[in-house]
């Protein structure tokens, strides 16, 4: 079956960086966008950001734009999401997806993972 297990969440200072990790089995990994998305307490779910095929096919959220890098390695079927400059309002479990096919700018995706809290302190 299809699996995305999440890694690399923790408590970081404001200002600080956390790497995130998403493995992924059960799929071809190299024909799925993947995505990250997160949701805080007291929030709906929202993206962060998605990459398709490689880094010349990446879409951010504006929130998180030039502070967060989203990349693959598509022969280690894995995701990553390095965040820096973190603050506060970046508290969130954060969530992989993956989507099959080219689809960078939608919210539908097929599978998800279980997700990895981040919690930044001020």
Same mark, same amino acid.
């Given at each position: 079956?299809?699996?995305?297990?999440?890694?690399?969440?923790?408590?970081?200072?404001?200002?600080?960086?956390?790497?995130?990790?998403?493995?992924?089995?059960? &799929?071809?990994?190299?024909?799925?966008?993947?995505?990250?998305?997160?949701?805080? $307490?007291?929030?709906?779910?929202?993206?962060?950001?998605?990459?398709?095929?490689?880094?010349?096919?990446?879409?951010?959220?504006?929130?998180?734009?030039?502070?967060?890098?989203?990349?693959?390695?598509?022969?280690?079927?894995?995701?990553? &999401?390095?965040?820096?400059? &973190?603050? $506060?309002?970046?508290?969130?479990?954060?969530?992989?997806?993956?989507?099959?096919?080219?689809?960078?700018?939608?919210?539908?995706?097929?599978?998800?993972?279980?997700?990895?809290?981040?919690?930044?302190?001020?």
């Amino acid at each position: 079956q299809v699996q995305l297990v999440e890694s690399g969440g923790g408590l970081v200072q404001a200002g600080g960086s956390l790497r995130l990790s998403c493995a992924v089995s059960g &799929l071809t990994f190299s024909r799925y966008t993947m995505g990250w998305f997160r949701q805080a $307490p007291g929030k709906e779910r929202e993206f962060v950001a998605a990459i398709y095929w490689s880094e010349d096919s990446t879409y951010y959220a504006d929130s998180v734009k030039g502070r967060f890098t989203i990349s693959r390695d598509n022969a280690k079927n894995t995701v990553y &999401l390095q965040m820096n400059s &973190l603050n $506060p309002e970046d508290t969130a479990v954060y969530s992989c997806a993956a989507k099959y096919g080219y689809y960078l700018h939608g919210y539908d995706y097929n599978y998800w993972g279980q997700g990895t809290q981040v919690t930044v302190s001020s």
